[in-house]
């Protein structure tokens, strides 16, 4: 697979990255007690790189800048010449803001919180960035700018002069009106300014200081959703974007908040024929009249909204029936896809279940063109997750900008990056710290396999042995929920709680 839409790569796979710490922005010391409301929730690129936002469970949106690309000016042979370790992209704090705060639904008794749920840049426009921020039920679209804050610095007055001391020459004395009492003065009759001005003329002198950043909140989207909001997508045409629950979707336009159009419901008439519930939306990358939707079921539909105003079916769908021999208690829970992304070109569907990375031409329903699997050696623990409700946390994904990897996290704030080109057998095992190699294990990664005379690959993670092995020596309170691609480079963006880690490759 590559980023040009030509599908798998015809030459030889691209040889492996060798991944490198670049950057932290809030680490933790050694025993320091994480607060429930910095813990990260969403982490997203804009589509240049330049800027990155992240969410907590505090309601706030903390954004980044990219430094590296101002700090090394001068011509392109100066920075071919560059040491490769020293361009590896850095970024610095810009500023925050209180997105959500918590609120209550007085008509249900219930509390919503003000965790951010997921985050979307969209088009800047004169200088200003604006993004969307969502909790379970509300939407915001907001306008970050700079602004030069203006103070009076100085008043001109003789400071020899003060309110308290008398003045040698007295000045005439002036009646309500403003005119002089005195018509001896004339200032009436042949008034003219002196050469060089009056001095005893007091004026504000205004001075500009530093620009600082301000966040405006232009649009509050609310009362759209009796679920919980797990999606919102921006539309390629820049107008409108989908926002997803449970049960519906909406389509939105930028502009007006007070409305949006419902075209996906699947509510069925008795709640207790429910059978599966809408897990992640997102908008194709480049027709604005296509996007895909997956469900608690595993599978993927994909949508046209020219066909219908109300796409109650749809145009392909993607799903790949578990063998009956292998079905379990378990098989689906596991099954449950918890975030889809496009590629760069919208070709593939990358798909994220609780065991597997799943990667899909949509030019093929027929099933995946590849999986990954994360980990699998947790298969024989599934009891023992669901005990613990970790079998219901929900892991995303991402790809690369040139499509020729994919990335998704797992336990012990460990992630994965898979080689996703025809042939690739390249498969790294990172941890989110100040040395992501420290776990990796030199163990080859399985061949690909063709499973039919379609490309199809399977492949497994580098997975430690040992202890690790059944997934003893596993810490499931430290998950690495969310992570981003850096759209044109080879650089991710991953939490581990309420630490932002920062790689490159």
């Not at 001075?207 to 609310?222: F, G, I, K, N, Q």
Request: glycine letters at 6%; aromatic letters at 10%.
């Amino acid at each position: 697979m590559n980023g040009g839409g030509d599908g798998a790569a015809s030459s030889a796979p691209p040889p492996s990255l060798e991944w490198r710490f670049s950057q932290v922005f809030g680490e933790r010391t050694a025993g320091e007690e994480v607060q429930e409301v910095d813990i990260i929730s969403a982490i997203e690129f804009d589509k240049s790189g330049d800027h990155l936002a992240t969410g907590d469970r505090g309601g706030r949106v903390v954004l980044f800048e990219r430094t590296d690309n101002k700090d090394h000016g001068g011509s392109r042979r100066d920075a071919e010449q560059m040491d490769y370790t020293v361009r590896h992209p850095e970024f610095r704090y810009k500023t925050e803001f209180q997105s959500h705060e918590p609120e209550f639904d007085y008509l249900k008794s219930l509390e919503i919180e003000e965790k951010i749920n997921k985050i979307r840049w969209c088009q800047p426009a004169n200088g200003a960035l604006f993004l969307l921020s969502t909790n379970d039920k509300t939407i915001k679209y907001w306008k970050v700018q700079e602004k030069k804050m203006k103070k009076i610095s100085e008043m001109n007055i003789d400071p020899s002069k003060t309110p308290g001391q008398p003045s040698s020459s007295s000045p005439p004395p002036i009646v309500a009106n403003g005119v002089d009492s005195d018509p001896a003065h004339g200032y009436l009759s042949n008034f003219s300014f002196p050469p060089g001005g009056i001095p005893s003329l007091r004026l504000p002198v205004v001075t500009s200081l530093e620009t600082s950043l301000v966040a405006r909140c232009r649009r509050v989207y609310a009362h759209a959703h009796d679920y919980h909001i797990n999606s919102i997508s921006n539309s390629s045409d820049g107008e409108t974007f989908i926002s997803a629950d449970d049960l519906r979707v909406n389509l939105w336009n930028l502009e007006i908040s007070n409305q949006s159009f419902n075209f996906v419901d699947v509510k069925p008439t008795n709640m207790e024929d429910l059978t599966e519930v809408i897990t992640s939306a997102e908008f194709h990358p480049i027709h604005c009249n296509t996007l895909a939707y997956s469900s608690s079921k595993g599978s993927i539909r994909l949508i046209d909204m020219r066909q219908s105003a109300l796409c109650d079916s749809h145009t392909k769908l993607f799903e790949e029936p578990e063998a009956p021999s292998s079905r379990s208690f378990f098989t689906e829970i596991i099954a449950s896809i918890s975030d889809i992304k496009f590629s760069k070109d919208g070709r593939y569907i990358l798909s994220r279940d609780y065991m597997t990375l799943k990667l899909w031409d949509i030019n093929m329903d027929s099933g995946p063109v590849a999986s990954y699997q994360v980990h699998e050696h947790l298969r024989p623990k599934l009891c023992d997750l669901y005990e613990n409700d970790s079998i219901f946390d929900k892991f995303e994904c991402c790809l690369s900008g040139d499509g020729l990897r994919v990335a998704t996290g797992s336990y012990s704030n460990l992630f994965r990056v898979f080689g996703a080109s025809k042939g690739s057998t390249e498969a790294a095992t990172l941890e989110a710290s100040k040395n992501p190699m420290r776990r990796q294990i030199q163990t080859p990664a399985r061949p690909s396999r063709a499973i039919s005379s379609m490309t199809r690959m399977v492949r497994r993670g580098s997975e430690s042995p040992g202890a690790e092995a059944n997934g003893n020596g596993y810490d499931f309170t430290n998950k690495l929920l969310h992570m981003a691609w850096h759209p044109t480079e080879n650089s991710i963006a991953c939490a581990a709680a309420n630490s932002l880690y920062m790689y490159y490759a």
